[in-house]
């Protein structure tokens, strides 16, 4: 996790995890996406949508399957243009859930003065893995 010094009375907090791209990440999930793809089953939540951005495009195409598929073949190491996982505010409202990848995604918290502690909380989306699969401890 991030803590970046903007003046002297702000911060913002970003975190990030690069660890283990396979982590829940199997055939199942390419699946899921190759149906949302046909439109044969949609996603349920807009947390699999961007679960599902593989390439962080904001669509989600054959190229996700694509870079998908290499990194679980072993071609790839890392999915390219993107983290190995995505952090978003729990607070954070979709406006069009059937289409969330259209709108801002806040990856960041911007705290005032820190007087005392305060609660900051996002929300782990594990890229590739569209069941939840993943230990986050790893």
């Known amino acids: ?15 990030s995890k690069t660890s283990d791209p396979l982590n829940g990440v199997s055939t199942f999930d390419l699946i899921q996406i190759h149906k ?15 679960a599902a951005d593989i390439n ?11 870079q998908l598929r290499k990194v679980i073949l072993g071609i790839d ?30 990856e960041t918290i911007r705290l005032g003065p820190l007087y005392g502690i305060r609660n900051v909380e996002f929300i782990a ?3 590739g893995d569209l069941n939840n699969s993943a230990d986050p401890s790893k």
């Open 77 to 106: 190491a890392n999915f390219t243009n993107n983290s190995s996982w995505r952090f978003i505010n729990v607070d954070h409202i979709f406006q069009n859930p059937r289409d969330p990848l259209k709108a801002y995604l806040p």
């Open 56 to 66: 962080r495009s904001g669509t989600i195409t054959t190229l996700d399957l694509i």
């Open 125 to 127: 989306v594990k890229i």
């Open 36 to 50: 949302h793809i046909l439109n044969i089953k949609t996603f349920d939540s807009p947390y699999q949508y961007i």
């Open 1 to 15: 996790m991030g803590v970046f010094w903007v003046s002297a009375t702000y911060y913002l907090i970003s975190p």
